[in-house]
T-cell receptor
Framework: QKEVEQDPGPLSVPEGAIVSLNCTYSNSAFQYFMWYRQYSRKGPELLMYTYSSGNKEDGRFTAQVDKSSKYISLFIRDSQPSDSATYLCAMTLSGGAQKLVFGQGTRLTINP | DGGITQSPKYLFRKEGQNVTLSCEQNLNHDAMYWYRQDPGQGLRLIYYSQIVNDFQKGDIAEGYSVSREKKESFPLTVTSAQKNPTAFYLC?????????FGSGTRLTVV
C-alpha cells in the first residue's frame, strides 16, 4: 500500500463547477499538508499549505484536512479552464526543510 | 527573480552513456531535492541534500549520483546503471515550508 493515495483521474468537469480532489494517507504522524498544481511540461507550484486538521481558504480554493480520517481535500469553486492541470497532494512529518511524500496526482480538465 | 533553473530542458541519452542534469538555485535555500516523475506514479525521491557537502539517498537512488559542492548547485548524474532512465526529472529546494520546483528536464534514451 502506498503511503499516500490519490485518484489519478482523469477528471473532467464543465466550467463553473465545484471540483473536489482528495487524498488519503496511512501515516498518522504527518502534520503538514500541501497541494501543488502542475501544468503540462512544467514544474509543480505550491497552491495551498496547511498544518494539522482544519480548513484554509484562498480565493476560489479551500484546503481541508481531517487527521482523524487521514483524509485531505482540495475544493475549487467556480472552476475555470485555466484550472486545468494535474493536482498533487503532498505531506510531511514536520515543518522546515523536510522530505515530502507525494500522491500520484489527479489530472483535471475544465471544459468551457 | 529568485528561482530554480534546470538545464537542459530536453536531453537525449544513448545506451551506456552517463548524462548530468543541472540544477541551480538563487533562493539561498539549504535543502535541495531531485525527483523523478513517471506517468501515473507521481513524484519519487532520488536524492536530497540538506546542507553543502552532504546528501542522502531517496527511495530510488540506484543508478543515480549527485554532488553538493556549492549551496546553489545540486547536479544529478544518470549513470548507465540506471536501466530505465526515460522520465521527467524535477529539482526542488526548500527553506521553511513547501518546495520551489524547477521547470524540469525531460530525459529520453535513444
Amino acid at each position: 500500500q502506498k503511503e499516500v493515495e490519490q485518484d489519478p483521474g482523469p477528471l473532467s468537469v464543465p466550467e463553473g463547477a465545484i471540483v473536489s480532489l482528495n487524498c488519503t494517507y496511512s501515516n498518522s504522524a504527518f502534520q503538514y499538508f500541501m497541494w501543488y498544481r502542475q501544468y503540462s511540461r512544467k514544474g509543480p507550484e505550491l497552491l495551498m499549505y496547511t498544518y494539522s486538521s482544519g480548513n484554509k481558504e484562498d480565493g476560489r480554493f479551500t484546503a481541508q484536512v481531517d487527521k482523524s480520517s487521514k483524509y485531505i481535500s482540495l475544493f475549487i469553486r467556480d472552476s475555470q479552464p485555466s484550472d486545468s492541470a494535474t493536482y498533487l497532494c503532498a505531506m510531511t512529518l514536520s515543518g522546515g526543510a523536510q522530505k515530502l511524500v507525494f500522491g500520484q496526482g489527479t489530472r483535471l480538465t475544465i471544459n468551457p | 527573480d529568485g528561482g530554480i533553473t534546470q538545464s537542459p530542458k530536453y536531453l537525449f541519452r544513448k545506451e551506456g552513456q552517463n548524462v548530468t542534469l543541472s540544477c541551480e538555485q538563487n533562493l539561498n535555500h539549504d535543502a535541495m531535492y531531485w525527483y523523478r516523475q513517471d506517468p501515473g506514479q507521481g513524484l519519487r525521491l532520488i536524492y536530497y541534500s540538506q546542507i553543502v557537502n552532504d546528501f542522502q539517498k531517496g527511495d530510488i537512488a540506484e543508478g543515480y549520483s549527485v554532488s553538493r559542492e556549492k549551496k546553489e548547485s545540486f547536479p544529478l548524474t544518470v549513470t548507465s546503471a540506471q536501466k530505465n532512465p526515460t522520465a521527467f526529472y524535477l529539482c526542488a529546494s526548500s527553506a521553511n515550508y513547501g518546495y520551489t520546483f524547477g521547470s524540469g528536464t525531460r530525459l529520453t534514451v535513444v
